[in-house]
């Protein structure tokens, strides 16, 4: 797998991160991330992260942030938000989503599901351009 991606997802890794207090506020979550908060609200929103809140304050604990990275790779290979629910069910409060056999079975499947898509879509880049061409001609 791409290691970019293997090193967003490090197990307990992001335990050293946290101040000693042991949560992050949305602020540093988001630059210890690189997310925009906005981005990270909205993962709130659809449920994807549910930090305890403290009035107005959300805090972020260690198993915040390691959820949150493992929405983040699962978004960065193009998983739907539904699914990235499914597959967050299936992983256990310490583990990491490229660590999880049912969670890699199931990306082999969306890859799947991208490749037949991607022939679908140079089939179609074909036909275009043989129409185009018998328009030109």
């Known amino acids: 797998m791409d290691n970019q991606l293997a090193d967003s997802s490090s197990t307990h ?21 690189g997310t925009d908060p906005k981005t990270i609200r909205f993962y709130e929103r659809v449920e994807l992260i549910s930090p305890p809140r403290h009035g107005r304050f959300r805090t972020y604990l260690a198993s915040d942030v390691r959820r949150l990275k493992n929405v983040l790779t699962l978004r960065r290979l193009g998983v739907p938000i539904a699914q990235i629910r499914e597959i967050l069910e299936m992983l256990g409060p310490e583990e990491d ?14 890859l799947d599901l991208l490749k037949n898509r991607h022939d679908e879509i140079t089939l179609q880049i074909e036909k275009t351009h043989t129409a185009l061409d018998s328009l030109v001609a």
């Open 97 to 110: 989503v490229l660590a999880s056999e049912k969670a890699v079975s199931f990306l082999k499947q969306h």
């Open 13 to 33: 890794s992001e335990d050293r991160f946290l101040p000693q207090d042991g949560f992050l506020f949305i602020g540093e979550l988001a630059k210890l991330t």
